[in-house]
Structure formats: structure tokens, C-alpha cells
């Protein structure tokens, strides 16, 4: 069985040199001037970057995190939201990879083909990571004002967490 996606990145690479020799181009000064680019491009994202991860590590480490899903759990039962799935729901807009780490545990300890499986999978597909993408991209281009992108992007997490709750339990429960 041939496996195309072994080669894609050579083949496109050996692509964009026989188009620039095709046209005559000096490729290796065209490569060494985008390096030089994208370096300040790195220098321009890296204090919204550093900050992010700074924010989120100490917001992680500090123990908010408990005592926000001690205080919530009563609501949560009322609402029948499996709390197993409460800590994705929280950490996956802020971060894309402890919330891959969550999931992952709830998958051992409950099974991809339980209902909080299943849950938890159409949870992280329907969210994104919205803190991390206004920093990325507002920060790097210098956009400093993000409230109501936040707001919407917060919305848009809520909306794809009742979602999944929805369509999992509809479809599953």
C-alpha cells in the first residue's frame, strides 16, 4: 500500500524549488529573507505567548480549579452535567493540550464507548482553545481590545458544551 502522506512534505518542498528555478528566482536568498521575517514575526507574538502560559499555568497550579467545581457541584446535579466531564469543559478554552490530557483520562477510566466517552470526545471536538487564539493572533498583530471577541468565543465554548451534552445524551443516553 502506497502511503502518500510519507512524501506530501518532500514533494511539496521539491515542488516550490522547481517553480523558483523554473522562474529564475535565487532561492536560497528568498528562503534566508522569510527566516529573517518570520524571526521578528517569533519576537512579536512572544510576549502575548508568554503571558498566556504564565496566566494559564498559575491559574492550573493555584487551586481555582477545585473550589470552583466544589462550589459549582450542587448546580451541576441539579442540571444532570456528568461532573466527570466538568474539569474538560473548564480547562478547554484555555488550553488546547491539558484539556487532550483530560480527555485522555476520562477515555482509561471510563472507556471510549461509555456515555461520559463519548460525551467528553464531542465535547473537545465542539469547544477550541479561545484564550489561546485571541492571543495568538490578536497578539500578533496588536490587537489589544478583545472583549466582545471573547465574549463571543466564551459563547461559542457554552453553546458547543450544552451541545455535546445534547447530542450525546440524545443520540447515546
Partial sequence: MFNFSAIILPLTVSIVIIYGLYHKVDIYDVFLEGAKESFSFIMTMFPSMLA????????????????VFEFLDPLFKILSFPIEVLPLAFIRPISGSSALAILSSILK??????????LASVMQGSTDTTFYILTLYYGSVGIKKIKYSLVAG???????IIGSLW???????
Wanted: aromatic fraction near 16%; glycine fraction near 18%; hydrophobic fraction near 50%.
Fill in 52 to 67: 498566556m502560559v504564565l496566566g494559564v499555568n498559575i491559574f492550573l497550579k493555584s487551586g481555582v480549579v477545585s473550589f
Fill in 109 to 118: 477510566e471510563h472507556g471510549p464507548d461509555s456515555f461520559l466517552g463519548r
Fill in 154 to 160: 466564551l459563547g461559542a465554548d457554552l453553546a458547543g
Fill in 167 to 173: 447530542i450525546t445524551s440524545f443520540f447515546f443516553g
